[in-house]
C-alpha cells in the first residue's frame, strides 16, 4: 500500500476513473492499452500488491486472484493465496527477472488519499513505491501502475486499512479486473493482425 499515487509522475500522466461511474472497467481498459509497449512481443507481468491481512490493502491480491483465472497472455504475481508484500516483494521481483526477458511490469496496489479522491482508480506510467503510506522502505516496482485509493490518508493509516470498507475494495478490484481482462484481449487482437499482416507479405513476397 502506497500513501498515494502521483509520487513519481505529474497529474498529465495519470488517468482517473470513479469505479462507480458508467463503463468504467471500458475507460480503465482504454487507459490501460494506451499505455503497455508497441514492442507486442514483450512479456507483460501483473505485480498485485498486498495482503488479504488486512482489508484496505487486499486490493491488489484480489484482483491478482481474479485475472490469474482468466488471462492467457499477461502473467501475474500476487494473489489471495499467494500475495506479493512486504516481506517477499524484493524476491519476486528478482524472480520476475530471472524468469521473464526485459518484461514490461504493470504494478497495482492500494492507496490512501483524499477523501474526495476515494474510490478512484488511477492508472499512469511509472512505478510506485510500496509500503511509502506505512513508512516501510520498499523498491519502487513498474513501468506503469494502477492504484486504487480506499480510504483516507493523514494519520493512523494501519488502523485505517484494517477499517476500509470490503465491499469497496471488491467493487473497485472487479472493475480493475474487468478493465485489465478486456485490454489482454484487445491486445492480442492488435497482435494477431500485425502477425497476420505480417504473413501476408511475407507470401506475396515469394
Not at 462507480?20 to 507486442?40: C, F, G, Q, T, V
Not at 506505512?134 to 519502487?140: D, H, Q, S
Not at 478493465?179 to 484481449?185: D, N, P, Q, V, W
Request: with cysteine; charged share 20%; net charge positive.
Amino acid at each position: 500500500m502506497n500513501l498515494k499515487s502521483g509520487l513519481f509522475q505529474a497529474d498529465k500522466d495519470r488517468n482517473r476513473i470513479y469505479y462507480d461511474e458508467e463503463n468504467a472497467h471500458k475507460i480503465l481498459s482504454s487507459s490501460l492499452y494506451e499505455l503497455l509497449p508497441r514492442i507486442m512481443t514483450k512479456p507483460i507481468v501483473i505485480v498485485c500488491i498486498g495482503t488479504d491481512r488486512s482489508t484496505g490493502d487486499s486490493l491488489g491480491p484480489i484482483v491478482g486472484t481474479t485475472i490469474k483465472k482468466q488471462l492467457s497472455h499477461f502473467n501475474v504475481f500476487g494473489t489471495l493465496k499467494d500475495p506479493v508484500h512486504a516481506v517477499n516483494l524484493e524476491d519476486t521481483i528478482q524472480k520476475i527477472k530471472n524468469e521473464f526477458n526485459n518484461p514490461f511490469i504493470i504494478a497495482i496496489d492500494a492507496c490512501l488519499g483524499k477523501i474526495k479522491s476515494v474510490g478512484y482508480i488511477q492508472v499512469g506510467k511509472g512505478p510506485i513505491k510500496p509500503g511509502a503510506g506505512v513508512n516501510k522502505v520498499l523498491p519502487a516496482v513498474g513501468n506503469m501502475h494502477i492504484t486504487g485509493i480506499v480510504n483516507v490518508s493523514g494519520f493512523m493509516e494501519y488502523f485505517v486499512l484494517q477499517n476500509t470498507r470490503l465491499h469497496l475494495v471488491m467493487d473497485m478490484a472487479n472493475i480493475i479486473a474487468e478493465g485489465i481482462i478486456e485490454t489482454e484481449k484487445s491486445y492480442l487482437h492488435k497482435r494477431n493482425s500485425l502477425k497476420a499482416n505480417w504473413m501476408d507479405k511475407m507470401d506475396n513476397t515469394f
